[in-house]
Structures are given as C-alpha cells and as structure tokens.
C-alpha cells in the first residue's frame, strides 16, 4: 500500500517504523527538516518537507495514488485539514489523531462530514488501557478482544502460583480452567507454548479467556484481584481526564496532583468526585501532607519521563502495589523494567497499534477483516483478531486436520457470542471471531495461518 504520514513527531515516529516492517510503500511529511533526515536515515521511506495541510505539499507527496493518509501532528486542525484536503486530491483513505475532548466527542460528524475513516486519540485509547489494567491489578497487561468478551492478559510466573515446574498439561489436569497460556518469554526468548511447555519462576507469559474466567484463575493462584479503590495520579494532562470518566463508574477514588493552576480549576470543574491537588508531584512534604502515595494505584502521566521515571520509583519503595509510569523514550523504558515495573503505558505505541490494525484490513479487504492488533512481549508476538467470511479456505474442518505455520496459535474463537478456547476439533465457521497470537508474521489475513 502507498501511505503518506504527516507530522513526524513520537507518534509518527512509532507509526512509520512500524509499517516499515511491514513493506508499505511510505512518504513521510513534516516541516521539521532534521526530523525527516533522521526518519530517512532509520527507515525504509521518501521524505518531503512541508505543511501537510497544503494541497501542493500533499501532491508532491502522491496523495492522488495514496491508499491511506495518515495525518498524526500536534495540531489537531492541521490533521483535520489536511485530511479534508487529501480525501479532495484522491487518496482513498484518512486518518486523523485528534486529541481535543470536544473534536473527539464529534467524531460520527467528522467522520461523515469530511469523510474520516478513522479518528485516534492517544490519551483516550492511554487512559482506557491503563482502566483496563487497574481492574485486574495482578496483571502487567491487559488487552481486550472481540468487543470485551475475550482478554489476553501478561502476568509473571512466580513461586506461589502453582504453574511453575509443571507441564501444561499436568497442570490443567490439576486445575481444570478454560484459559490458554498463548505466549511466553524466557530470558530473550520469545516462546509459543505447548502442552509439554514447562514454566518457570519468572517467565512472563500471556494467558486468554473471559474477563470472568482470567479473575477465577488468577485468584485460584493467590494472585490479587480485589477491585482497586484509591487512585493517585501524577499530572493533570488528558490521559487523567479520560482516566478520571472511565473510572467514575467502578466506585474507585482519584487523587490528581497538578501544578498549573489553569489546568487543576478545569479538573475540579469537570470531576466533581476526584480530589484535585495543586502542588509539585514530587515534592516529598506535598506528598506525605496529602496522603497521596497511600493508595492502590500509583499512575505517572507528567510530560517528563525522567519524572515519571523517578516517582514510579518513589511509588515503589513506599510500599505501592500497582505503579504504572507513562513512557515514551525505548531507552527509559528497559531502565524502568529492570527496577521491576512491568507496565509501562506508552501512548505512541497503542496509536501505532490501532492505526497498523486499521492498515492491515484495508490491505485485505476482500478476506478476513483484520478487527484488532496487539503487540506483546516488546513487540516480539502479536495478538491478531479477525473475522471469518465466506473468503477463508478452511470453514467448518476441524483445526486438528489443518497445516498450521509455525509459531502461531489458534488462542481463542468466539462463536454467536460464546467463547471457546480451541481443541483439536474446533472448527471455524462464517461470522465467528478467531483471535490469533504468533510471532510477528506480520498477518494480514486468516488464511495467512496456514501453511
């Protein structure tokens, strides 16, 4: 596919590299000279300098032969403008990052007014994960498939578990569950399990069910999984607003600590129920005097790294029980695992993700609809979900008798609403959502699976 980025910032940045590995023909666009020289130095890509919202930018760009146009710059106008112009010169597809609330908020209108195919916002799809995350605090990672009915979650191995030692088949004899332990890293290897996988004390794996099923075994395994009550969160930015409306309903309690005063008069405005504290989050006295590191949660979501970085680690040695630091920088992102905190929420990655999730159905269209991407294990496996159709080779055989590729697992089916985890004789049929996680294979189509 020819795809065009405008705005080559954290984001862009994370997209590009992205579809670069996966051989897309990509035009890279920015006003920033240096940012597109080192764009061009890294990637695999054709670099134009200029205001992506300008129609002759956009032409010498090839926006009449673009397939997608995806315009992710720091100003949300300048996105929507520019997408406006390129669904006028020919490209057949846009997609906008669009952070404001009240543009968000308009999204259906946007979409049929200018003709968006797809609008991201970052700090919305940041918060929701880190929503996702809090209600199973055992977890290191929480990913949602199949509209909720399916969750893919990454916990570590450890003594008291009950898993460590034993094959997966012994265990399952001994515990019988409905979950599937669907990927697993060891060291630097990156591993698919099978019935005969042995897991030890500090693997970190992946397991797939029901969001009902994965709290059932994980509390059959001592794992904490009491609902989290009392939130602090560290900078009063976007992520904390969408944070604050995605947990009004679940009863927990929020602490915002906020130095601008602009920014702290707006959250008491809009979050009534939240404690909105005015004052330097790192200042020692502040955060003893208002209780703030009492809590369940820890959430670090200031504009610095090095600070979310040095709290998280505060957070940590006071005796906080989930911490979860916002990253951006690859390089502070080992730092941060290393000292033991395993999540990590990095805004540019879950856009990069949608948006690669969104190219590869419109790389297939006539197949199995690509319907939600994940990376997990530092990007070493993929979760992918897709929909059968009439289009898939292997309808209705049972997945005992199929050639399957490998490093890939068949994780999870859901079939008229019902999920099953896959044995030798479950078939796929038309409609049913197959969720598949593999080494990067980069697949684009449930047909990809087979041999």
């Known amino acids: 596919?020819?795809?065009?980025?405008?705005?080559?910032?954290?984001?862009?940045?994370?997209?590009?590299?992205?579809?670069?590995?996966?051989?897309?023909?990509?035009?890279?666009?920015?006003?920033?000279?240096?940012?597109?020289?080192?764009?061009?130095?890294?990637?695999?890509?054709?670099?134009?300098?200029?205001?992506?919202?300008?129609?002759?930018?956009?032409?010498?760009?090839?926006?009449?032969?673009?397939?997608?146009?995806?315009?992710?710059?720091?100003?949300?106008?300048?996105?929507?403008?520019?997408?406006?112009?390129?669904?006028?010169?020919?490209?057949?597809?846009?997609?906008?990052?669009?952070?404001?609330?009240?543009?968000?908020?308009?999204?259906?209108?946007?979409?049929?007014?200018?003709?968006?195919?797809?609008?991201?916002?970052?700090e919305y799809a940041s918060a929701q994960e880190i929503a996702r995350i809090l209600r199973v605090p055992a977890a290191f990672s929480v990913e949602s498939f199949a509209r909720g009915l399916v969750e893919l979650i990454g916990f570590e191995i450890t003594k008291t578990d009950g898993l460590a030692g034993k094959t997966l088949l012994e265990y399952n004899r001994q515990n019988p569950n409905s979950l599937l332990l669907c990927a697993a890293k060891r060291g630097d290897e990156v591993i698919v399990p099978n019935g005969s996988f042995v897991?030890?004390?500090?693997?970190?794996?992946?397991?797939?069910g029901t969001p009902t099923e994965t709290i059932r075994v994980l509390r059959s395994m001592g794992r904490p999984v009491a609902p989290i009550r009392r939130v602090s969160v560290?900078?009063?930015?976007?992520?904390?607003?969408?944070?604050?409306?995605?947990?009004?309903?679940?009863g927990a309690h929020l602490t915002i600590v906020e130095q601008n005063e602009e920014k702290c008069l707006a959250l008491a405005e809009k979050l009534p129920k939240a404690s909105v504290i005015r004052g330097d989050g790192t200042d020692h006295e502040l955060l003893e005097s208002e209780d703030v590191l009492n809590c369940d949660a820890f959430v670090l979501l200031?504009?610095?790294?090095?600070?979310?970085?040095?709290?998280?680690?505060?957070?940590?040695?006071?005796?906080?029980?989930?911490?979860?630091?916002?990253?951006?920088?690859?390089?502070?992102?080992?730092?941060?695992?290393?000292?033991?905190?395993d999540t990590i929420i990095s805004p540019k990655d879950i856009t990069a993700n949608y948006i690669s999730s969104y190219v590869r159905s419109l790389a297939n269209s006539q197949g199995s609809v690509v319907e939600g991407l994940h990376k997990i294990?530092?990007?070493?496996?993929?979760?992918?979900?897709?929909?059968?159709?009439?289009?898939?080779?292997?309808?209705?055989?049972?997945?005992?008798?199929?050639?399957?590729?490998?490093?890939?697992?068949?994780?999870?089916?859901?079939?008229?609403?019902?999920?099953?985890?896959?044995?030798?004789?479950?078939?796929?049929?038309?409609?049913?959502?197959?969720?598949?996680?593999?080494?990067?294979?980069?697949?684009?189509?449930?047909?990809?699976?087979?041999?």
Request: proline share 3%; glycine share 8%; hydrophobic share 45%.
């Open 377 to 451: 294990l530092g990007g070493a496996m993929e979760a992918v979900e897709f929909t059968a159709t009439n289009a898939t080779h292997f309808l209705n055989i049972p997945l005992r008798d199929l050639q399957l590729r490998q490093g890939l697992l068949v994780a999870a089916i859901v079939h008229e609403n019902k999920v099953l985890i896959p044995r030798g004789d479950s078939e796929i049929h038309v409609g049913d959502r197959v969720i598949i996680v593999a080494k990067s294979l980069f697949l684009q189509d449930l047909n990809d699976i087979l041999e």
């Open 199 to 208: 897991p030890q004390v500090g693997d970190k794996v992946y397991a797939i």
């Open 1 to 122: 596919m020819k795809i065009i980025i405008v705005g080559i910032g954290k984001v862009g940045y994370a997209i590009a590299e992205q579809m670069a590995g996966e051989n897309h023909d990509l035009t890279l666009v920015d006003l920033n000279l240096s940012a597109l020289e080192r764009a061009e130095e890294s990637l695999d890509v054709m670099c134009v300098e200029g205001n992506g919202a300008s129609a002759s930018v956009l032409l010498r760009a090839g926006v009449r032969e673009a397939n997608l146009i995806i315009a992710v710059s720091e100003n949300d106008e300048a996105n929507l403008i520019c997408c406006l112009m390129a669904k006028k010169l020919g490209a057949k597809h846009t997609v906008a990052r669009v952070r404001n609330p009240e543009y968000f908020r308009d999204a259906p209108i946007l979409r049929r007014e200018i003709g968006l195919d797809m609008i991201i916002n970052p």
């Open 302 to 341: 200031t504009g610095r790294d090095e600070e979310n970085l040095l709290m998280a680690l505060t957070a940590q040695r006071a005796g906080v029980k989930k911490v979860l630091p916002k990253m951006s920088r690859p390089n502070y992102m080992d730092v941060v695992r290393q000292i033991g905190i």
């Open 234 to 250: 560290l900078g009063g930015g976007r992520i904390a607003l969408y944070l604050a409306w995605a947990l009004e309903s679940t």
